[in-house]
């Protein structure tokens, strides 16, 4: 079992940065890849970005490639979204997943609730 709890989201102006933090509970975080989704009021959930096990790898949707960075402290059970150049399109509620190396949600198994970023123009 996996809690996931995220954190640093906001109001931020656009062309700014944001860090969301996801903390893991539990001793098997390191097993799992971790996923970001976003979704943005009347809209599907989308697939934002994710890193395997070990940090080694990530992938990234195309709207956010070159302005988002996904990383993860394996030690401190935790994984990072740093976004940059942040677009009011970027307006949505973040969640972190625990799963496989994927973009699809069905692959993660544990969910957090969700941050809201929120980017005016």
């Known amino acids: 079992q996996v809690q996931l709890v995220e954190s640093g989201g906001g109001l931020v102006q656009a062309g700014g940065s944001l860090r969301l933090s996801c903390a893991a509970s539990g001793r098997t975080f390191s097993y799992y890849a971790m996923g970001w989704f976003r979704q943005a009021p009347g809209k599907e959930r989308e697939f934002v970005g994710t890193?395997?096990?070990?940090?080694?790898?990530?992938s990234y949707a195309d709207s956010v490639k070159g302005r988002f960075t996904i990383s993860r402290d394996n030690a401190k059970n935790t994984v990072y979204l740093q976004m940059t150049g942040l677009k009011p399109e970027d307006t949505a509620v973040y969640s972190c997943?625990?799963?496989?190396?994927?973009?699809?949600?069905?692959?993660?198994?544990?969910w957090g609730q969700g941050t809201q970023v929120t980017v005016s123009s």
């Open positions: 890193i395997r096990r070990s940090g080694s790898t990530t």
């Open positions: 997943a625990a799963g496989s190396y994927s973009a699809l949600p069905r692959d993660y198994v544990y």
